[in-house]
């Protein structure tokens, strides 16, 4: 197989064990299956492209998404990258605490994202970042 999305999809792939999530998925993908529960991971510029892609983690079938552990989990998640991108360090922390909370075996992704805010907390990005990280390996 050959091409652009082949290309994404292989780094995309190498991607999962970064996140701590077995499978790692596009937008695209997501959008031609709403009915699979995902967790957006992060927009990430994969090695090789400049343009980023906003990456999803595949946590489970159809019935997860009415689990109401698991839209809790959603609702917190999803405003924990919004504080993120937003550079809201202190509110993305306590979101990332509360997380945690749910134990949705996600321990690997919060990490990482603990370590982003420590170094953006340390060093900012600067008021025109994009909340784009750029991978530097597949």
């Not at 990430?44 to 839209?71: N, S, Y």
């Not at 809790?72 to 999803?78: I, K, N, P």
């Not at 805010?117 to 390996?137: L, N, Q, R």
């Amino acid at each position: 197989m050959l091409g652009d999305s082949v290309n994404t999809a292989s780094r995309l792939e190498g991607q999962s064990k970064t996140y701590g999530v077995g499978t790692v998925i596009g937008e695209d993908t997501h959008l031609s299956a709403p009915e699979y529960a995902v967790l957006e991971l992060d927009l990430i510029a994969v090695k090789g492209k400049v343009e980023a892609v906003r990456v999803f983690g595949l946590m489970g079938r159809e019935p997860l998404t009415r689990d109401p552990d698991f839209q809790a989990l959603t609702v917190e998640h999803d405003a924990m990258l919004a504080a993120y991108r937003a550079q809201d360090w202190a509110e993305a922390r306590a979101l990332l605490a509360r997380c945690r909370a749910h134990d949705a075996e996600l321990e690997l992704l919060y990490d990482l994202y603990e370590e982003r805010i420590d170094i953006y907390e340390a060093d900012p990005p600067g008021p025109d970042w994009d909340g784009v990280f750029v991978a530097t390996s597949k």
